[in-house]
């Protein structure tokens, strides 16, 4: 059974940090990039962050870039987002994904849904 179970979201003031884990199974764990996407209320899906598990290329949407910081562990087949400088509109459910290692650079860009989502964890921020 494929499994992708985030954790690490909570509620943080502005500024501060987190740091988000997405566990995989299932699955061969480098035959795909894992990607981060967030989803506030209202608004569309839209990727943050995504790396080749193959080669460790990693990608960043412009408004994280320099905040966050996308790594992974492929002992423990987990990737990890850890989010520094939290801003009130970084407030969102944050998901990540498995996606064809292709499209890792396309989906911080525009949305590609993913082949395989996890069931998501929030992320709020206060001002």
């Known amino acids: 059974e494929v499994q992708l179970v985030e954790s690490g979201g909570g509620l943080v003031q502005a500024g501060g940090s987190l740091r988000l884990s997405c566990a995989a199974s299932g699955f061969t764990f480098d035959d795909y990039a894992i990607a981060w996407f967030r989803q506030a209320p209202g608004k569309e899906r839209e990727g943050v962050s995504c790396?080749?598990?193959?080669?460790?290329?990693?990608y960043y949407a412009a408004f994280v870039k320099g905040r966050f910081t996308i790594s992974s562990d492929n002992a423990k087949n987990t990737v990890y987002l850890q989010m520094n400088s939290l801003k009130p509109e970084d407030t969102a459910v944050y998901y990540c994904?498995?996606?064809?290692?292709?499209?890792?650079?396309?989906?911080?860009?525009?949305?590609?849904?993913?082949?395989?989502w996890g069931q998501g964890t929030q992320v709020t921020v206060s001002s």
């Open positions: 790396i080749s598990i193959i080669d460790g290329s990693t």
């Open positions: 994904a498995a996606v064809r290692d292709e499209i890792c650079g396309v989906v911080v860009v525009t949305f590609v849904p993913g082949d395989y």
